[in-house]
């Protein structure tokens, strides 16, 4: 089965102003299409994650249902799917054997083929009816049993042709993210699996812009411990400028209601002991065992506000709990906010010049009574994409991604745009991350190490050409440096020599003592430790008065004779020189995590594919 998605423009060009009053000019309200809402919540899991075992715990554990390497096209599942899977397999098999077996000439080795199981019990079965029918022969009871039949296999059919879809649809959102992202960089990038990617349980949630929805969870885990975790929601239809600043914050986009898996839950209960949400009404008929509903009410008992928010501490809780580790840092929210034509009296591009000052607004969350210079305008409705038809407004704390001609939903074009938002984010908080580590009053030797350790080779992404969009190194570099990443980096590179010339003065005495150390202790082993000096030794210590002589009688009984006592001493000798050698020697080192295989594989290899327009033409 293949991905189909639309990639490229139509060529539109910009007409002309005409001189002539145009009635969109009057003053109106800014509405516009809206196409989707991603909010890219990032955290810090500290530096040598182990992202495989992590995700094979998630899988394993039912809080995440497809995970992938981008440097495979093998997609790993999880419980769910595979159960998904077992009763497909289960349902596909009892259609064909009642196909089989009421075919006008069914064929009894066929039916042992298809299913043993099912056959040994039809035979058991027809043979019990049988015998009752010769022992108590009754010519007047004739039953037909045509219309059960064929509603039987009714069901059997439409229960198969569910889970296939099921089975179908968590493949198809687990890989449409993995195989966007191959496309968008250079196969190079992924010759070191730098992150697994996981399709998260969704959150089912309602508001007053989107009404009831789903929101698919996408999880990043990279080796560096920055992980991202994607929401992907609705947004409405008709949106006015007070919907859009509302989709723009994760926090202030208020919920109705939402439902949050079981298994999430239970793990997010299980790190913050909130026990009651995922216990509440255990009897309650209405109640769907596979969700926790969270109300308004719920979150004012505890004087928070229900929002999208809420929903990323929730999972953020879970993966903690799943991982053993604790966010290092603040988490931070970056919103992208996906528009198409607008639905107000202006038409295309020329929306932006008619409410610029709306747009500029709502590129800085700010409210409609905000005023802004007209510097500040074009800075912030400064378009980075290449094609005539689309804009994307790049802000520090949220893009405007808009396709002026779009009316409809694409998930896949606005991935498009999140890949390198979502790039330059993980760029910036590995900076962060090394900020942190070294920014400590007391930074020890190691962590010191582990700092330059990542500034030397640990940054992957940091200023290299990995996405082969035309744009995309244009986003990555508005996002980075609005979020003052060269500047970090700079700051972050001095700070790191000063340490180091620090840390050298500490090693060049460190060296010095274990210089010493080892001269003393060679001295010592020469002098002291030698097999006859230990006898010696022992002979003259107990020549010493009476109690030095039941001492060393005592441990001659001990350990068996004079010659045992000799042998364990010289052995007990060795090993601490030894020890202490290696430790005084020893320097940190830093190996990456090795990769390996993690949550389970469908027995049928089920291959997704993305193909782009001119592919699909063609075909």
Same mark, same amino acid.
């Given at each position: 089965m293949k991905l189909k998605t639309l990639v490229g423009g139509n060529g539109w060009v910009r007409p002309k102003k005409s001189p002539v009053s145009d009635p969109a000019e009057t003053p109106h309200e800014l509405r516009m299409t809206g196409r989707g809402s991603y909010y890219s919540y990032?955290?810090?899991l500290g530096p040598g994650l182990d992202i495989f075992a992590i995700a094979d715990r998630l899988l394993t554990k039912n809080l995440a249902t497809v995970a992938a390497s981008p440097a495979t096209t093998k997609l790993r599942v999880g419980k769910r799917v595979i159960e998904a899977e077992k009763a497909h397999q289960h349902a596909e098999t009892f259609d064909q054997f009642l196909t089989e077996m009421y075919s006008e000439t069914p064929r009894f080795k066929e039916m042992i083929r298809i299913s043993k199981g099912l056959s040994l019990s039809i035979g058991y079965v027809v043979l019990k009816e049988a015998m009752k029918a010769y022992l108590r022969p009754s010519k007047d009871l004739e039953i037909s049993r045509d219309d059960r039949l064929d509603d039987t296999r009714k069901m059997v059919k439409e229960s198969e042709e569910k889970l296939h879809d099921t089975l179908m649809s968590y493949h198809i959102d687990g890989a449409l993210r993995v195989r966007i992202e191959q496309k968008e960089h250079y196969p190079r990038y992924f010759n070191s699996e730098p992150y697994v990617r996981l399709e998260m349980d969704r959150v089912l949630f309602a508001d007053s812009i989107a009404g009831k929805t789903a929101s698919q969870v996408s999880l990043m885990l990279h080796r560096?411990?920055?992980?991202?975790?994607?929401?992907? #929601?609705?947004?409405?239809?008709?949106?006015?400028f007070a919907q859009m600043l509302s989709v723009l914050g994760g926090s202030s986009r208020k919920l109705v209601h939402m439902k949050i898996s079981r298994s999430v839950m239970?793990?997010?209960?299980?790190?913050?002991?909130?026990?009651?949400?995922?216990?509440?009404?255990p009897t309650d008929p209405n109640?769907?065992?596979? $969700?926790? #509903?969270? #109300?308004?009410?719920?979150?004012?008992?505890?004087?928070?506000?229900?929002?999208? #928010?809420?929903a990323f501490l929730a999972y953020l809780g879970a993966i903690e709990n799943i991982s053993g580790r604790e966010n290092q840092s603040e988490w931070q929210c970056y919103t992208t906010l996906s528009l198409g034509a607008p639905t107000c009296r202006c038409t295309g591009p020329e929306c932006k010049e008619v409410h610029r000052s709306d747009f500029a607004r709502l590129a800085t969350r700010a409210k409609a009574t905000t005023a802004l210079t007209d510097k500040a305008e074009d800075e912030l409705l400064e378009n980075h994409l290449k094609l005539s038809q689309t804009e994307i407004w790049i802000a520090p704390g949220s893009a405007i991604y808009v396709g002026w001609s779009a009316n409809s939903p694409d998930l896949t074009k606005d991935l498009h745009q999140i890949v390198p938002l979502e790039s330059a984010i993980l760029q910036v908080r590995q900076l962060e991350q090394i900020d942190l580590i070294t920014s400590a009053a007391v930074v020890r030797d190691k962590k010191l190490f582990r700092a330059q350790n990542i500034l030397a080779v640990g940054l992957q992404e940091y200023q290299r050409n990995l996405l082969v969009g035309p744009d995309a190194p244009a986003v990555i570099d508005a996002l980075t440096t609005k979020q003052g990443a060269e500047d970090l980096y700079d700051r972050l590179m001095d700070r790191v020599k000063v340490l180091e010339s620090m840390v050298s003065t500490r090693y060049s005495r460190t060296q010095s003592r274990r210089s010493i150390a080892i001269s003393i202790s060679g001295f010592l082993a020469v002098l002291l430790f030698l097999l006859p000096r230990i006898t010696d030794s022992i002979e003259t210590f107990s020549r010493q008065g009476e109690w030095p002589v039941k001492a060393v009688t005592k441990i001659d009984e001990l350990f068996g004779?004079?010659?045992?006592?000799?042998? $364990?001493?010289?052995?007990?000798a060795i090993s601490a020189f030894i020890a202490a050698f290696v430790v005084v020697s020893l320097r940190p080192r830093f190996r990456p995590v090795r990769a390996r295989k993690f949550g389970y594989s469908t027995k049928r290899e089920i291959e997704i594919s993305l193909v782009d327009a001119g592919e699909r033409d063609s075909s």
């Open positions: 990032s955290f810090d560096s411990g920055i992980c991202i975790l994607t929401f992907s #929601t609705d947004a409405g239809e008709d949106m006015d239970s793990a997010y209960a299980n790190s913050h002991g909130i026990r009651s949400l995922v216990k509440r009404n109640r769907d065992p596979n $969700w926790v #509903t969270i #109300t308004q009410e719920d979150a004012a008992a505890v004087d928070e506000t229900l929002s999208l #928010t809420g004779g004079r010659g045992s006592v000799v042998l $364990w001493i010289y052995l007990l």
